[in-house]
């Protein structure tokens, strides 16, 4: 499968901080989203992203498709202790494809 | 709440037991999917299925055989599993040929082969 290698592994900081976390691809990708996953849970889709350059927000979470389709890029802004989990973003290589890769993920902690 | 049920959320076999893991869907996707997922990793792609017909398989060991009765409903049929196989598995939908690319995931059934 595609290799899609995200970054930080994991990071601890503090309420209220603002948290930057992207996403890498040796391959091209059509569609980039955003998924976080809480323990014991299925992912939640948090953003997608369907045109390179795009820039989407939701609520505090802001997500970029990068200009080359090989990256993306997560933001929170002012996290707060529900913002714990781990952050996994997803390309699908060919619209339609029905089949989607998953980034190695970012595990956040958040420190009240 | 999520769409995607999955039942059971937890189940423990042995090596020789035979058990299935059901999913299903009321929201009219016509794609549905089988992802595994170990401790600490990504999702890793099983099966998809498309208008109930097996349309992806990521080379799955035979020891797991999906089914997909009906376009609401996907099993996941387990025999002869290894303690390696201990995992979440979890189900998912999206339209078929989906242009978002966006998938619905269930809460996942944890499995445990002793």
């Known amino acids: 499968g595609q290799q899609l290698n995200q970054s930080p592994q994991s990071m601890f900081i503090q309420e209220g901080e603002d948290v930057s976390m992207n996403c890498t691809s040796s391959s091209i990708f059509n569609t980039w989203l955003w998924y976080k996953q809480d323990p014991g849970e299925g992912p939640v889709l948090l953003i997608a992203l369907y045109k390179a350059g795009e820039l989407t927000s939701n609520g505090r979470l802001t997500a970029q498709f990068g200009i080359t389709r090989k990256d993306s890029f997560l933001n929170i802004s002012a996290s707060i202790p529900s913002d714990v989990g781990i952050y996994f973003c997803a390309g699908q290589a060919q619209t339609g494809a029905n089949n989607l890769f998953f980034g190695t993920g970012t595990r956040l902690t958040v420190i009240p | 709440d999520t769409e995607v049920t999955q039942t059971p959320k937890h189940l423990v076999m042995g090596m020789t037991n035979k058990k299935s893991l059901k999913c299903e869907q009321h929201?009219?996707?016509?794609?549905m999917y089988w992802y595994k997922q170990k401790a600490k990793k990504p999702p890793e792609l099983m099966f998809v299925y498309s208008y109930e017909k097996l349309s992806i398989n990521e080379s799955v060991p035979s020891r797991f055989s999906p089914e997909c009765p009906n376009s609401s409903l996907l099993n996941l049929h387990l025999h002869a599993l290894q303690p390696e196989d201990s995992a979440l598995y979890l189900c998912?939908?999206?339209?078929?040929?989906?242009?978002?690319?966006?998938?619905?995931f269930g809460e996942g059934s944890r499995l445990t082969v002793l």
């Open positions: 929201m009219g996707h016509r794609a």
């Open positions: 998912a939908s999206s339209q078929v040929a989906s242009l978002t690319g966006e998938l619905f």
